[in-house]
C-alpha cells in the first residue's frame, strides 16, 4: 500500500507560478511509476504529467508542455509538478498518481495507477 499526500495548491493569477508536492509513504515508496492528473469542474479527469522511478523519463500533456514541469526526489519520497505561465483554464483539481508495476515508464492513462491522493485545489485567476 503507497499513501499519497497533495500539497502546494491554491489560487494563483494567470501567468504566475505554483509547485505541488506528492509525498509518497508506504511500501516500495521509492520504486513507483508517477503522474499527475487534474480535474476540472464538470470534466473528466485527464493527464499531466508523468515521470519514472529514476526521473529520467518524463512525458506531458501537449496543453502543458513548456510550462509545467515534473520531478521527484526519492531520499524524500516526493513528486513536484512545478507550474509556471498558470493559464485559468488550469484550474482545476489536481491529483497524484502511483503505480509500482512499471516503475521505468511514463504512463499517461487513469487506468495505470494503483494509487491516488485526495487532490489539491488549484485556481488560476484572470
Known amino acids: 500500500q503507497v499513501l499519497l499526500v497533495e500539497s502546494g495548491g491554491g489560487l494563483a493569477q494567470a501567468g504566475g507560478s505554483l509547485r505541488l508536492s506528492c509525498a509518497a509513504s508506504?511500501?516500495?515508496?521509492?520504486?513507483?511509476?508517477a503522474g499527475w492528473f487534474r480535474q476540472a469542474p464538470g470534466k473528466e479527469r485527464e493527464f499531466v504529467a508523468a515521470i519514472s522511478w529514476s526521473g529520467g523519463s518524463t512525458n506531458y500533456a501537449d496543453s502543458v508542455k513548456g510550462r509545467f514541469t515534473i520531478s521527484r526526489d526519492n531520499a524524500k519520497n516526493t513528486v513536484y509538478l512545478q507550474m509556471n505561465s498558470l493559464k485559468p483554464e488550469d484550474t482545476a483539481v489536481y491529483y497524484c498518481?502511483?503505480?509500482?508495476?512499471?516503475?521505468?515508464?511514463?504512463?499517461?492513462?487513469?487506468?495505470?495507477?494503483?494509487?491516488w491522493g485526495q487532490g489539491t485545489q488549484v485556481t488560476v485567476s484572470s
Open positions: 508506504g511500501r516500495t515508496a521509492s520504486t513507483y511509476a
Open positions: 498518481a502511483a503505480d509500482p508495476t512499471y516503475p521505468w515508464a511514463t504512463m499517461t492513462r487513469i487506468s495505470d495507477y494503483t494509487y
